[in-house]
T-cell receptor
Framework: EAGVAQSPRYKIIEKRQSVAFWCNPI?????LYWYQQILGQGPKLLIQ????????DSQLPKDRFSAERLKGVDSTLKIQPAKLEDSAVYLC????????????FGPGTRLTVL | GESVGLHLPTLSVQEGDNSIINCAYSNSASDYFIWYKQESGKGPQFIID?????DKRQGQRVTVLLNKTVKHLSLQIAATQPGDSAVYFCAENSGGSNYKLTFGKGTLLTVNP
């Protein structure tokens, strides 16, 4: 079974530029999560989708971050404009509905903002 | 030990020894806890979980202990191997049936051959 796929794996941008990350969850997983992991810290949930609807986006900085999952499968996370403090690894995870206690993580995208 | 800024708590053990990694959680209402292992350049990987109605759960070479009185969780790894070297995170579910996970800061385990 293929795992959670993410791209790109690495991205370097200047502050105030825009960036987008892509995630393809495990087939059949209706629940999808985006986490931000700053160096030396645990992942922090940014947004949770079930199918194409948002379940929780309470920790998403909505002035600069946006995410969508239009067809209930792939998802994109965008930052516009980026700030230095956005440098982090952005992790995507997925789970089956009613089994959200078991989340499978992708390898992440490491973002460096200069 | 205590983590300050970017510095992770670290644990260094000899191959074959047992390892104990500790975690203090924050929400007394949390009902589910998970330990994750994260190797360099990879996403977190599930190791073992425990529900709040239990105080101990065993897996293959791993045991999780839960002390709700002091809000403390520990992960014991038996006969630690070099492949166990990674950062270990505890996570608590503070979202009830919505399973919103809050992760701790992590502990870096280094296994010396």
């Amino acid at each position: 079974e293929a795992g959670v796929a993410q791209s790109p794996r690495y991205k370097i941008i200047e502050k105030r530029q825009s960036v987008a990350f892509w995630c393809n969850p495990i087939s059949g997983h209706a629940t999808l999560y985006w986490y931000q992991q700053i160096l030396g810290q645990g992942p922090k949930l940014l947004i949770q989708f079930q199918n194409n609807g948002v379940v929780d986006d309470s920790q998403l900085p909505k002035d600069r971050f946006s995410a969508e999952r239009l067809k209930g499968v792939d998802s994109t996370l965008k930052i516009q404009p980026a700030k230095l403090e956005d440098s982090a690894v952005y992790l995507c995870a997925s789970s089956l509905v009613d089994r959200e206690y078991t989340q499978y993580f992708g390898p992440g995208t490491r973002l460096t903002v200069l | 030990g205590e983590s300050v800024g970017l510095h992770l708590p670290t644990l260094s053990v000899q191959e074959g020894d047992n390892s104990i990694i500790n975690c203090a959680y924050s929400n007394s209402a949390s009902d589910y806890f998970i330990w994750y292992k994260q190797e360099s350049g990879k996403g977190p990987q599930f190791i073992i979980d425990i529900r709040s109605n239990m105080d101990k759960r065993q897996g293959q070479r791993v045991t999780v202990l839960l002390n709700k009185t002091v809000k403390h969780l520990s992960l014991q790894i038996a006969a630690t191997q070099p492949g166990d070297s990674a950062v270990y995170f505890c996570a608590e579910n503070s979202g009830g049936s919505n399973y919103k996970l809050t992760f701790g800061k992590g502990t870096l385990l280094t296994v010396n051959p």
